[in-house]
């Protein structure tokens, strides 16, 4: 089987029971995908971010790199297995608090398109709390749509609006 790159998003901002606050959740998510999934070859730093949506609570976000040889649709059903094991439930509103949120942003087949999945992730353009810490790890990674890196995105979208501290 051949190696895939995998840009995912990471987000949280609920405390869990057993891993704490939202910065240790994404520290053992982290871990457990590296353990689980492949290798993590880089991690963001986190950021703390306004909601998107009806959540109240501010989010802890960031992104890592994952070498590892699932296909895309596999590795999101993996995913949404961890997140599962963190406590989220998928039912009724979008954006609501949630201790752990992942999402595949790109990967190294370029463009991916099933009606579970699709990568690029349809709005990850529009979020600088994803292209912010993205770019920090993978600046030269480009989105097979437009052909900017993910430098070149972040630069443009944060011309318009500064990324959240």
Not at 19 to 38: N, T
Not at 91 to 96: P, T
Not at 125 to 133: N, S, T
Request: aromatic share 6%; glycine share 8%.
């Amino acid at each position: 089987m051949s190696k895939h790159l995998y840009l995912v998003a990471l987000g949280s901002n609920q405390r869990h029971h057993r891993y704490g606050a939202p910065r240790q959740v994404l520290a053992r998510a982290i871990a457990r995908i590296d353990d689980k999934l492949g290798k993590v070859v880089a991690r963001s730093r986190l950021i703390e971010t306004a909601p998107v949506g009806p959540s109240q609570r501010r989010y802890i976000n960031g992104a890592l790199v994952l070498s590892c040889e699932l296909k895309p649709a596999k590795l999101l059903r993996k995913l949404q297995r961890i997140e599962r094991k963190f406590g989220r439930v998928r039912r009724g509103q979008r954006w609501r608090s949630r201790p752990l949120d992942l999402d595949i942003v790109l990967w190294s087949g370029g463009i991916f398109v099933r009606p579970e999945l699709a990568i690029p992730h349809p709005l990850f353009r529009e979020r600088d709390f994803v292209l912010g810490p993205a770019a920090g790890i993978a600046g030269d990674w480009r989105d097979p749509v437009t052909g900017l890196t993910l430098r070149q995105l972040h630069g443009r979208l944060t011309r318009r609006r500064p990324l959240s501290r």
